[in-house]
């Protein structure tokens, strides 16, 4: 939840062309006005927003279903939202020489979310019913 708050701060304030709001802590205005904040055209708040999003509902419903496919689904965009962090986190500080604290929010969120998930498979692993073995995962 609070990774899909900070991906719809900046998307609402990307497309409402307004300033943000980051009290001073770090260059929050310029890193997401930079050419790397946007991929396809479109702001990657947004698609911070999409994968956060996608990870509640799967994580939702493969704990509803007891589905380790949809538990391993959101572990596999955690995984690559975190790469894609590290990428963005990269471009701050060596690219643009700038910070963003929301960013950094983010980057922190998405990273504990990896673990959260793993450390919810590798807890399952064993569970037949979770596991689908027992007609839980169909």
């Given amino acids: 939840a609070v990774g899909l708050g900070v991906a719809t701060y900046l998307t609402v304030v990307h497309y409402a062309h307004q300033p ?6 770090g260059d929050c205005e310029y890193v997401n006005s930079s050419e790397y904040a946007e991929l396809v055209g479109l702001p990657v708040a947004l698609l911070g927003g999409v994968a956060y999003a996608s990870m509640l509902l799967l994580t939702a419903a493969a704990w509803a279903r007891r ?7 959101a572990w596999g965009i955690a995984l690559a939202s975190t790469g894609f962090s590290a990428y963005l986190t990269y471009i701050e500080l060596e690219v643009l020489d700038a910070i963003c604290v929301y960013c950094v929010v983010s980057a922190t969120v998405v990273t504990a ?26």
Wanted: proline content about 0%; aromatic content about 6%.
């Fill in 20 to 25: 943000i709001a980051c009290n001073g802590i």
């Fill in 67 to 73: 589905d380790a496919m949809l538990l391993l689904g």
């Fill in 113 to 138: 979310l990896l673990a959260v998930l793993s450390v919810a498979h590798w807890l399952t692993r064993d569970d037949a019913e979770f596991a689908g073995e027992a007609g839980g995962g169909d």
